[in-house]
């Protein structure tokens, strides 16, 4: 089991930054891949981008390569997800999710665990 707790979410202009955090307890970190995915009203839930257990590997939406980075930190057992350049279509609730499986998912479907969510708004 691993307990995930986003943060760094809050209202932006639109061209403005955010990084957001996911602080991982439980289990080894380095067991899981983990991957960001957002919620916006009235919508489904989507796949925004993920990041392989060791690191090496990471993969995105194709509406955020060029804007958004993935990264891990396992010393503090962290994910982050840098967002620059923020569009108004952005605004969601973001959530950390992780699996232990070593291929790369974007399916809500694949992830085991999930956070409780962070709002991210951007202001147009």
């Known amino acids: 089991q691993v307990q995930l707790v986003e943060s760094g979410g809050g209202l932006v202009q639109a061209g403005g930054s955010l990084r957001l955090s996911c602080a991982a307890s439980?289990?080894?970190?380095?067991?899981?891949?983990m991957g960001w995915f957002r919620q916006a009203p009235g919508k489904e839930r989507e796949f925004v981008a993920t990041?392989?257990?060791?690191?090496?590997?990471?993969y995105y939406a194709d509406s955020v390569p060029g804007r958004f980075t993935i990264s891990r930190d396992d010393a503090k057992n962290t994910v982050y997800l840098q967002m620059n350049s923020l569009k108004p279509e952005d605004t969601a609730v973001y959530y950390c999710?992780?699996?232990?499986?070593?291929?790369?998912?974007?399916?809500?479907?694949?992830?085991?665990?999930w956070g409780q969510g962070t709002q991210v708004t951007v202001s147009s």
């Open positions: 999710a992780a699996h232990t499986d070593w291929r790369t998912f974007t399916h809500v479907d694949r992830y085991e665990f």
């Open positions: 439980g289990r080894t970190f380095t067991t899981y891949a």
């Open positions: 990041i392989s257990r060791s690191g090496g590997n990471t």
